[in-house]
């Protein structure tokens, strides 16, 4: 009977040690409201002199030839057969992307090795983009690219400035826009008038980095990922405490990018059309010594018109000059490429020229593989080096097919010639049947031939150039954006709201912990 009554005892005791905690604590109620003051405070300087982070974002599709096939405006070209490519891996184009040489040429393109900051009451401030003076450097010494400098701009007035160096011994006066020299370089410093420069500005501190430690800066702090494993679609993120500077950086990053690609696709086209070229120049002095001997022909024998006297056999004869002429162009396709092939033997990075309208093919299809891994030991190389397996399984697939080539192309050859001599030989049976022709009209035939052939070769090569420099123009980008770099109104850190409630916390916590040890001991 009496358990309920000591339980309510107890209770009500528990309460009247709650309160008289309470009220002990109350009594400091001036150490709480110091404790968060100060704390708000200093919430508030470290919010006003703490550089805001500002975050870009941007979406891109890496086009796979075979995810994709080939765009919608490139169909118009299907039928020339240039539209070759192999297909690309996502995670070796994020590795690119990343990759020293393409950020490397953003920094350069940016000039972000080289910055501009505005004094400050505590802290400097950026002023990328609004610098009232903009530094060329003429003649860069390499110390302006593997050693970190500063310098200081006093700007006097519109015609001259003050150069102090970084420990402000060195004060020197200059004029704008002429050509100054300095301990790691020629520069120009040049007066812009930017609407945006503040009027109260005198001087600006000029900041250089090296082009290395930028590389390896960029690298750890931009951030590339593919939407999920099975996209093609990969999202750019930076952060930076100037907003345009991440938002260039990221679109420069993307348009370096496919320009590094562009220029690999359009490697094979340009091997083709200097092989092309090389052929015709060669071409063109045989059809021009067989026009001239054409002409010395009619000449000396004043002839201007032979009439055919046997038109059924004539006709046989002109279908096989048509089969030798067409042979004889395949023969020296094959010829050139086998040439082309031992040639480059010792050089395993050169492609080979593609879309020459070689009937076999098995060796057009093998020149495709073969050119397509070499662009991929090319891409490979940029991310691993030679020891790296991918890499050493690639060069072995390369030896294996240029072995397999040469020896197709000499096959070839050979079936070729055992072709035009047959062809020829049947040329000469046919020739033994005409009665009646006079000698002077199978002499005229034979170099009527030679101009045939050699003409004939000649409108083929300059027809598969003109594709070549279609497919050379119509060469299209790596990557698709989706959404261009874009950067917040508002900072991503420090977070405003957080840091107030946690100095808050902090502001109460602190005295708690201080009045409860000294009523402790």
Do not use: C
């Not at 002409?295 to 000059?321: C, G, M, Q, R």
């Not at 049976?429 to 199978?442: C, D, M, T």
Request: aromatic content about 8%; charged content about 25%; cysteine-free.
């Amino acid at each position: 009977m009496n358990q309920p009554y000591n339980s309510n005892n107890m209770d009500v005791d528990d309460t009247i040690n709650i309160r008289a905690e309470i009220e002990n604590y109350l009594m400091y109620w001036k150490w709480f409201v110091l404790g968060v003051f100060v704390s708000l405070v200093s919430a508030f300087l470290y919010l006003r002199y703490t550089p805001s982070q500002y975050s870009a974002k941007s979406v891109v599709l890496i086009k796979e030839s075979k995810k994709g096939g080939i765009s919608a405006e490139m169909k118009a070209f299907e039928d020339l057969g240039i539209l070759g490519g192999s297909t690309n891996n996502i995670d070796n184009e994020i590795e690119i992307i990343k990759s020293r040489k393409i950020i490397g040429e953003v920094i350069k393109k940016l000039k972000l090795n080289i910055s501009y900051f505005s004094p400050g009451r505590v802290i400097e401030t950026e002023v990328y983009r609004n610098s009232p003076i903009l530094v060329e450097f003429i003649n860069k010494d390499s110390l302006l690219f593997d050693k970190d400098t500063s310098f200081t701009i006093g700007l006097i007035d519109s015609q001259k400035f003050e150069l102090i160096s970084e420990d402000g011994e060195f004060k020197k006066e200059y004029f704008f826009n002429k050509k100054t020299e300095i301990n790691f370089g020629s520069l120009k410093v040049r007066r812009l008038n930017n609407k945006k420069n503040s009027a109260n500005t005198k001087n600006i501190r000029v900041q250089i980095k090296s082009i290395n430690s930028l590389i390896d800066y960029y690298q750890k702090i931009v951030s590339i990922s593919p939407v999920n494993k099975n996209s093609s679609v990969i999202n750019l993120s930076l952060k930076g405490t100037v907003k345009n500077k991440v938002v260039d950086f990221l679109n420069e990053l993307v348009f370096i990018y496919n320009k590094d690609a562009i220029s690999d696709k359009s490697q094979v086209s340009k091997k083709t059309k200097d092989f092309i070229d090389e052929r015709l120049e060669i071409i063109g002095e045989d059809l021009s010594n067989i026009n001239n001997k054409l002409k010395n022909f009619k000449t000396k024998n004043n002839i201007t018109n032979v009439e055919a006297e046997s038109t059924l056999i004539l006709k046989t004869l002109s279908e096989n000059n048509t089969k030798i002429v067409e042979t004889t162009i395949q023969l020296n396709l094959v010829r050139a490429l086998n040439k082309e092939l031992i040639n480059n033997s010792s050089n395993e990075e050169s492609f080979l020229a593609t879309n020459l309208g070689l009937e076999d093919q098995s060796i057009a299809q093998t020149i495709i593989t073969y050119n397509t891994l070499i662009s991929d030991r090319n891409r490979l190389l940029r991310t691993a080096s030679k020891l790296n397996p991918q890499v050493i399984n690639v060069l072995e697939q390369i030896r294996g097919l240029k072995s397999s080539l040469n020896q197709s192309l000499k096959n070839s050859e050979k079936s070729l010639e055992l072709t035009l001599k047959n062809l020829k030989a049947e040329d000469s049976k046919i020739k033994s049947r005409i009665s009646g022709v006079p000698l002077q009209e199978l002499q005229l035939h034979d170099i009527r031939l030679q101009q045939e052939i050699t003409s004939g070769l000649y409108s083929y090569l300059l027809r598969k150039k003109e594709e070549t420099d279609i497919s050379l123009a119509v060469t299209v980008a790596n990557a698709k954006i989706i959404d261009k770099a874009y950067g917040g109104e508002f900072p991503v850190s420090p977070k405003k709201n957080i840091i107030y409630l946690a100095a808050l916390l902090l502001g109460v916590l602190v005295p708690f912990v201080i009045i409860y040890l000294i009523n402790l001991f």
